[in-house]
């Protein structure tokens, strides 16, 4: 069974840091990876997703992922933290067999000024 | 275009009440997700509808639960004799059906339970 594990439920940060979010996956077939951002009472809209046609994949926002077969990850990456990156941020993975995406559990990210 | 619009934005309720909660699809979505979403926690999985097929029930919490859809449309979720632990944002989206199309989420409905 597809799974996802988003590593750190909070993730704190300093404005102008190094924002990294950590995701890995397990998937027995080459997988679809999405990462979705949620700002506070909103719903969740899409960031960015792999669907294999490049390992570095950038999205909105500044905020880029790398796929990584190897290690079986999607971390989230942005160079530079704003404060309005704060929200929490899924990565979910694409059930090939239905079409549903497993979900992590989320982290929250806190941008400290 | 228009996204996924969802009706109430907030319910208040009495424990016991039951309540309607409406999705509004993007038009030529066939796929669409009710989701739970408890204050604090990550998403719950509660239905699947996919066009003309058997809706996926597995993630609905109890027979209080139940949703509808009529045809690729509007949906329904309704709980019945509303207890304080359904209180939770309920998020819908919806998408086309292809492993590698996003969801489109509404602003979702929150739900109090009083």
């Known amino acids: 069974a597809q799974s996802v594990t988003q590593l750190g439920s909070h993730v704190s940060v300093s404005e102008g840091a190094l924002v990294l979010l950590r995701c890995n996956y397990s998937?027995?077939?080459?997988?679809?990876l999405f990462w979705y951002v949620q700002y506070p009472n909103q719903g969740l809209q899409l960031l960015l997703k792999?669907?294999?046609?490049a390992t570095l994949v950038k999205g909105i926002n500044g905020f880029e992922a790398e796929f990584k077969k190897s290690e079986t990850s999607f971390h989230l990456t942005k160079p530079s933290a704003h404060m309005s990156d704060a929200a929490e941020y899924f990565c979910?993975?694409?059930?090939?067999?239905?079409?549903?995406?497993?979900w992590g559990a989320g982290t929250k990210l806190i941008i400290k000024p | 275009g228009a996204g996924v619009s969802q009706s109430p934005s907030n319910k208040v309720t009495e424990k016991g009440k039951d309540v309607e909660l409406r999705c509004d699809p993007i038009s030529g979505h066939t796929a669409l997700y009710w989701y739970r979403q408890r204050l604090g926690q990550g998403l719950e999985f509660l239905i699947y509808?996919?066009?003309?097929?058997?809706?996926?029930k597995s993630g609905l919490p109890s027979d209080r639960f139940s949703a509808e859809r009529t045809g690729e449309s509007v949906s329904t979720l309704t709980i019945q004799r509303t207890q304080q632990e359904d209180s939770a944002v309920y998020l819908c989206a919806s998408s086309l059906r292809q492993a590698n199309s996003p969801l489109h989420f509404g602003n979702g409905t929150r739900l109090t339970v009083t």
């Open positions: 998937s027995s077939v080459p997988p679809y």
């Open positions: 792999y669907t294999s046609a």
């Open positions: 509808f996919q066009g003309n097929s058997a809706p996926d």
């Open positions: 979910a993975v694409s059930d090939s067999s239905n079409y549903q995406l497993i």
